[in-house]
């Protein structure tokens, strides 16, 4: 679905624009961030998440907001500090800092595997 806030590829191979977090922190409805949190508080079964934890701009936004598990990923980290788009750029690709983590989101997996297919 192509909507206003486009694609936002995260380093994992997500599209946050199409993640709940993100499209209510982009429109600014507390309401639903709100929401998220509390589906999140049971998924997860963390009490602590609120909807300032849920307020994302997508994970590389050099002075945006970041969800709060972007502050500690592992991918992320590594990505970010070698300057690179997403781990699909990466010359170890499908290491183990990324590996766990696409086991749960093979759309993410499928969508890097695209990307350095066509490097």
């Known amino acids: ?3 206003d806030l486009g694609t936002l590829l995260a ?14 922190a982009q429109a600014g409805d507390e309401a ?3 929401t998220v949190a509390a589906k999140w508080r049971v998924e997860f079964h963390n009490p ?3 909807a300032k934890t849920v307020t994302c701009d997508g994970c590389l ?4 907001r970041l969800c709060g598990h972007c502050l500690e990923c592992e991918p ?3 990505a970010v500090g070698r300057g690179l788009p997403d781990c699909a750029h990466c010359p ?4 183990e800092k990324i590996s766990g983590l ?7 997996k499928a969508k890097l595997d695209g990307i350095k297919a066509g490097l």
């Open 1 to 3: 679905m192509e909507d």
């Open 11 to 24: 380093v994992c191979g997500l599209d946050c624009a199409a993640r709940e977090a993100c499209r209510a």
């Open 32 to 34: 639903a961030k709100e």
């Open 48 to 50: 602590n998440i609120t």
């Open 61 to 64: 936004a050099a002075r945006g």
């Open 76 to 78: 992320r980290l590594f």
């Open 92 to 95: 170890e690709y499908a290491c």
């Open 102 to 108: 696409l086991n749960y989101i093979p759309e993410a």
